[in-house]
C-alpha cells in the first residue's frame, strides 16, 4: 500500500491512498491542478482514479471536488449526512450527483483490492467520518478533524502500520492569536481539533511494534508550527507510561504547501 499527502492542513487537504491497482483520493480541498501535480509525482493522473472518499463537507476538504469531477467521472464515498450537506453547497457547481456513493459507519466497502472502513469521529460537521484501509495484512488510517477522542476511536486504529493523525493546534498559541473568540472555543471544544498535546496522548495509545510511519496532519497555518507539533507529540509519547520512547517511531509532517514524500508499507 502506498500512501502521500498531497496538501494537509487547515487550508485544504489531499491525500492519496493506493495499491498497485487501485488508486483513491482521500478528500479534495485544494485546487484541481494541485492534486494533478502531487498525483503526477506518482506517475498517475485523474484518470487513473478509482475514487474520491470525503471525510466532510467543510471547504478545506471539498474546494476542488467540483473540478475534478467536471473533468473526471468517477465514485465519490461520503456518509449520507454529508452528502446531503454538499448539495446545499453552491461553490461545488454542476456536478453529476449520480456519482455520489453513501457509505454507512462502521460497515466496511472495497474498492478494488482496498477495503475501506469509514469510522465515526467527534467534529462539527453533518456526518463525519475517519478512513482505516486495508491491503492483505496491512492497515493503515487517515484520521483528521476530531475534537476529541474515545475508547472506539482508539479501538478501531490498533495494529495500524501507517497513520496520518491530526495535530492541528498548539493550545497556547491559538488562546494568544488573533482567532476571535468563538472560534477559538470551537476548535478547542469536542467537536473542533486536536491539539498537539491530544494528539500525542492518542498516538501512544495505538503504538506497537508494526507501526512504521506516522505523518502529523491538518496542522492549522495560524496556531501551529511544524516544529512545535513534533516536538510535543514526541514528549507525550516519552513521557507515557508504556514502553515507547520519542525516537522509537519515525514522525513526519504533512505539509501544508507541498507534498510529503510516497510511503510504502
Not at 466496511?108 to 477495503?115: E, P
Not at 508550527?225 to 513521557?239: I, N
Request: net charge negative.
Amino acid at each position: 500500500m502506498r500512501m502521500k499527502s498531497i496538501a494537509s492542513g487547515s487550508s485544504g487537504n489531499a491525500i492519496y491512498v493506493g495499491t498497485d491497482t487501485a488508486h483513491i483520493l482521500v478528500d479534495a480541498g485544494v485546487s484541481g491542478k494541485r492534486i494533478e501535480a502531487g498525483l503526477k509525482e506518482l506517475d498517475i493522473c485523474g484518470t487513473d482514479l478509482d475514487g474520491i472518499l470525503i471525510t466532510h463537507e467543510h471547504a478545506d476538504h471539498i474546494g476542488g471536488l467540483g473540478v475534478m469531477l467536471r473533468k473526471y467521472r468517477m465514485p465519490v464515498y461520503a456518509t449520507q449526512g454529508t452528502i446531503d450537506a454538499m448539495r446545499r453547497i453552491s461553490s461545488i457547481g454542476k456536478v453529476d450527483w449520480d456519482l455520489f456513493i453513501p457509505i454507512d459507519r462502521d460497515t466496511d466497502f472495497t474498492v478494488k483490492d482496498l477495503t475501506v472502513t469509514p469510522l465515526h469521529i467527534s467534529h462539527d460537521a453533518a456526518d463525519p467520518v475517519a478512513y482505516r484501509f486495508q491491503y492483505g495484512n496491512i492497515r493503515t488510517a487517515v484520521v483528521t478533524d476530531l475534537g476529541e477522542y474515545d475508547d472506539y476511536i482508539i479501538g478501531s486504529l490498533q495494529g495500524l502500520s501507517a497513520v496520518y493523525l491530526e495535530a492541528n493546534h498548539d493550545i497556547r498559541m491559538l488562546q494568544m492569536g488573533r482567532y476571535p473568540y468563538p472560534l477559538k472555543q470551537r476548535i478547542l471544544g469536542k467537536k473542533g481539533h486536536l491539539s498537539n498535546e491530544s494528539a500525542g496522548r492518542l498516538l501512544t495509545a495505538l503504538l506497537h511494534d508494526g507501526m512504521r510511519r506516522i505523518f502529523l496532519s491538518h496542522l492549522s497555518h495560524e496556531n501551529n508550527m511544524p516544529e512545535l507539533a513534533y516536538e510535543a507529540v514526541r514528549m507525550e509519547v516519552e513521557m507515557s507510561d508504556t514502553q515507547w520512547h520519542g525516537d522509537d517511531f519515525r514522525i513526519d509532517i504533512a505539509r501544508r504547501d507541498c507534498p510529503s514524500e510516497c510511503i510504502a508499507v
